[in-house]
């Protein structure tokens, strides 16, 4: 019955940025998220963006996509009609939208076409008029079972019955491009989520303990990323195996191979980074959640480059993360089992207060740089959209 969806995005958060560019990304991502599904055409009025459907869109569908795109604020799928009468709502309204006897009932204007020779006041009050007429409807403002709400357009008048909540944030690819360490844990893909949720454009980089690459062994991380990707629609994923680091780490104290490894994977990082030009690095680290997550270590990581490394979930209580994880729809992977490059090789307790010279000692002792080539040498990407 719906002919289009009405797509209001954020529009608080947009003063610094360039608005054009905004509603143009925003646009292509949804086009994007849709390329499976029939629709007419997406086009931009007055400050929203509307998709118009044909016979063969499946509305459910297109909900469950429209609900991953950041920047949305809410979406409604609407029945339209021209509005130069407020006669003409009411038909539409008596056709599509009719309410059970007795049920609570309110109508919501919005006029952002200001020509038209009525008020939103006066459509609130003559369709509410019209619902008790017509439905026997009760009209209650304050706890209203029922909304209809109609949203008067460059002419024409939007009527529907069910707001639905998008995720805000900024439309990916607005907020320029992080590389992103991506374990098989809880906490990184949400934290890439973030990233996501603010515009950036998210590849990912994993550091894997198997011999060579194998993608069946890899499975669960290309899930992660396969979920994530719904969210930002596209993502490279790098594979970079562990076992470069992990045969000259051998030689450094087991306390100091914990942050000896982040270091490592950063400076992996950082190269793979300017060659694809991004511009910051994304990690899942979270402050004192573990004892090896301290400020003192994540500042000797963090001298290991000059790229920034963003981390997210700095903040984040452990409960908030999982409940995010399950709303995202990563948990359910993460907690599959997997072989990580850290269980055994690593010391239980590694150090909590790394000191940068003495890292620096170590590391000058070890052969990193020809460790880091070979991991450049054994990249594998996969590409996703
Ligand atoms: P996560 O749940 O994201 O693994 P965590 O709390 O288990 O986080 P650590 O295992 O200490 O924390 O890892 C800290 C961060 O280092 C991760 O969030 C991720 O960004 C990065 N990281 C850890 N292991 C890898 C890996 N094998 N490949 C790429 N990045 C990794
Ligand atoms: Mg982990």
Redesign the pocket.
């Known amino acids: 019955m719906f002919d289009c969806i009405l797509i209001h995005y954020g529009e608080l958060g947009l003063k610094g940025l360039n608005r054009p560019f905004f509603e143009k990304k925003l646009i292509e991502n949804i086009g994007k998220a849709l390329k499976n599904v029939e629709y007419q055409k997406i086009r931009k009025v007055q400050g929203r963006i509307i998709l118009e459907l044909n016979e063969k869109s499946n509305v459910e569908k297109i909900e469950e996509s429209l609900k991953k795109i950041f920047g949305i604020a809410w979406f409604a799928p609407c029945k339209t009609t021209e509005a130069s009468s407020i006669d003409k709502i009411k038909e539409l309204v008596r056709k599509n939208f009719p309410i059970a006897a007795g049920t609570k009932a309110r109508v919501s204007t919005n006029r952002a076409d200001k020509t038209l020779p009525y008020t939103s006041m006066e459509v609130n009050r003559e369709l509410g008029a019209y619902l008790v007429k017509q439905f026997k409807a009760k009209i209650s403002l304050g706890e209203p079972e029922t909304t209809i709400f109609v949203e008067i357009v460059e002419g024409k008048a939007y009527v529907f019955d069910r707001k639905i909540k998008g995720l805000y944030g900024l439309p990916s690819g607005v907020s320029g491009k992080v590389l992103?360490?991506?374990?098989?844990?809880?906490?990184?893909?949400v934290?890439a989520w973030l990233l996501m949720k603010r515009g950036c454009e998210v590849d990912f980089?994993?550091?894997?303990a198997f011999e060579r690459f194998n993608e069946a062994k890899l499975a669960k991380i290309l899930d992660l990323a396969k979920v994530l990707t719904q969210y930002s629609l596209k993502a490279r994923v790098f594979f970079v195996p562990?076992y470069p680091f992990e045969a000259e780490a051998v030689e450094a104290p087991s306390r100091y191979r914990l942050v000896l490894f982040?270091r490592f994977?950063v400076k992996v990082a950082e190269e793979i980074a300017r060659k694809h030009g991004i511009n910051a690095l994304?990690?899942?680290?979270?402050l004192a959640?573990?004892s090896?997550?301290t400020l003192e270590n994540m500042a000797v990581i963090s001298k290991a480059t000059t790229i920034p490394i963003l981390r997210p979930l700095l903040t984040y209580e452990k409960n908030e993360i999982v409940q995010l994880a399950k709303q995202i729809g990563t948990f359910e992977i993460?907690v599959r089992p997997y072989k990580?490059?850290?269980s055994i090789f690593m010391a239980k307790h590694p150090t909590t207060k790394a000191n940068l010279e003495i890292v620096e000692s170590i590391e000058r002792r070890l052969n990193l740089k020809d460790a880091i080539r070979e991991c450049h040498e054994e990249i594998e990407i996969i590409s996703l959209e």
């Open positions: 992103h360490l991506l374990s098989g844990g809880i906490d990184s893909p934290a980089l994993h550091f894997h562990f982040r994977m994304g990690s899942g680290e979270n959640q573990v090896s997550q993460s990580d490059c850290c």
